[in-house]
């Protein structure tokens, strides 16, 4: 009876340490993929922040073009409208000129034609 306590207490010893062993076993298992879920949780979260701060500067690049163009498209109008206003002020010079030198031309005839009577 004696000898047959000792097996079983070696038996129950030898499952309590197997048993011990698998929970062990299960913890550094556990363990491991807790690290694993962390590392790529950290990566996953790091993308998004370099993706967030790639569209930002995309953006912020795409303004800056938008300001540029609106820039240049302003300095046409402008350029424009500064030529259409010396064109204008030409013409109205050149008829300014044409008008006086239409009347000069009238006075010259007028002077000639009374002239000519009074001879």
Same mark, same amino acid.
């Given at each position: 009876?004696?000898?047959?306590?000792?097996?079983?207490?070696?038996?129950?010893?030898?499952?309590?340490?197997?048993?011990?062993?698998?929970?062990?076993?299960?913890?550094?298992?556990?363990?491991?993929?807790?690290?694993?879920?962390?590392?790529? *949780?950290?990566? %996953?979260? /790091?993308?998004? =922040? &370099?993706?967030? +701060? #790639?569209? !930002?500067?995309?953006?912020? $690049?795409? @303004?800056?073009?938008?300001?540029?163009?609106?820039?240049?498209?302003?300095?046409?109008?402008?350029?424009?409208? *500064?030529?259409? %206003?010396? /064109?204008?002020? =030409? &013409?109205?010079? +050149? #008829?300014? !000129?044409?008008?006086?030198? $239409?009347? @000069?031309?009238?006075?010259?005839?007028?002077?000639?034609?009374?002239?000519?009577?009074?001879?």
């Amino acid at each position: 009876a004696r000898r047959r306590q000792q097996t079983d207490e070696a038996a129950a010893k030898g499952q309590e340490v197997r048993r011990q062993a698998e929970a062990e076993e299960k913890s550094k298992n556990t363990s491991q993929i807790e690290a694993r879920k962390k590392y790529f *949780e950290e990566e %996953a979260m /790091e993308k998004r =922040a &370099r993706l967030k +701060a #790639e569209e !930002e500067d995309k953006i912020e $690049n795409l @303004s800056k073009e938008v300001e540029q163009c609106v820039l240049r498209s302003a300095r046409r109008w402008q350029e424009a409208d *500064e030529a259409a %206003a010396k /064109e204008q002020e =030409a &013409r109205r010079q +050149a #008829e300014k !000129e044409e008008r006086s030198k $239409n009347t @000069s031309e009238m006075e010259a005839r007028k002077k000639l034609f009374e002239e000519e009577a009074m001879e």
